[in-house]
């Protein structure tokens, strides 16, 4: 997975409940994003970083909002999870010297709110 | 729980075939693509990319055709394995706009 890591993998919260996902890469890419995954819609945007402290908003980004205080971390927080948030979500980096377009996938979290 | 290749078209295929995927873009500024690997349970992977200044790109087993007049992008796999079964989709960008525009995917299922 290209040193990127999830952290969790899996977890179960309750609506109304604020929730971080983290993402770490030890790849020194410049670019990162957070995305989900739901069955018919494919992979869709939801906040992205180009660089620390640096960052915007994607095609479904209402309800998370994001964090990069260091270059090798990027926070997903959902400020009080609802049902339709239940997704499986995908940290991706880009922008390594000599490979900028590439993009490269953690192994994703599976989010369930109940 | 719930699979990411429901809902995607099917390509079923017997192993040792060779197996090709299309997906059609909309930007004809686009001019570096990328086709994607997913496994159930795993995250996209990066399987072979191709700019638009070229027209073909192989691999090991893979080969991406690029037709810039149609818009149309394919993977071939040669000898198609089990191990092949996945949902494969299709990105592009613009630019060097390091935000790309994905496809819904193709579900590959490889019978032995």
């Known amino acids: 997975d290209a040193g990127i890591t999830q952290s969790p993998r899996h977890k179960v919260t309750e609506t109304g409940t604020p929730v971080t996902l983290r993402c770490h890469q030890t790849?020194?890419?410049?670019?990162m994003y957070w995305y989900r995954q739901d069955p018919g819609h494919g992979l869709r945007l939801i906040h992205y970083?180009?660089?620390?402290?640096?960052?915007d908003k994607g095609e479904v980004s209402d309800g998370y909002s994001v964090s990069r205080s260091k270059t090798e971390d990027f926070l997903l927080t959902l400020e009080s999870a609802t049902s339709s948030q239940t997704s499986v979500y995908f940290c991706?980096?880009?922008?390594?010297?000599?490979?900028?377009?590439?993009?490269?996938f953690g192994p994703g979290t599976r989010l369930t709110v109940t | 729980g719930e699979s990411v290749g429901l809902h995607l078209p099917t390509l079923s295929v017997q192993e040792g075939d060779n197996s090709i995927i299309n997906c059609a873009y909309s930007?004809?500024?686009?001019?570096?693509f990328i086709w994607y690997k997913q496994e159930s349970g795993k995250g996209p992977q990066f399987i072979i990319d191709?700019?638009?200044?070229?027209d073909k790109r192989q691999g090991q087993r893979v080969t991406v055709l690029l037709n810039k007049t149609v818009k149309h992008l394919s993977l071939q796999i040669a000898a198609t394995q089990p191990g092949d079964s996945a949902v494969y989709f299709c990105?592009?960008?613009?630019?060097?706009?390091?935000?790309?525009?994905f496809g819904r995917g193709t579900s590959l299922i490889v019978h032995p």
């Open positions: 191709i700019r638009s200044n070229m």
């Open positions: 991706a980096i880009s922008g390594g010297a000599g490979l900028e377009d590439e993009q490269y």
């Open positions: 990105a592009e960008t613009t630019g060097g706009s390091y935000i790309p525009t």
């Open positions: 930007n004809s500024a686009s001019d570096y």
């Open positions: 790849e020194n890419h410049r670019y």
């Open positions: 970083s180009y660089g620390v402290k640096d960052t």
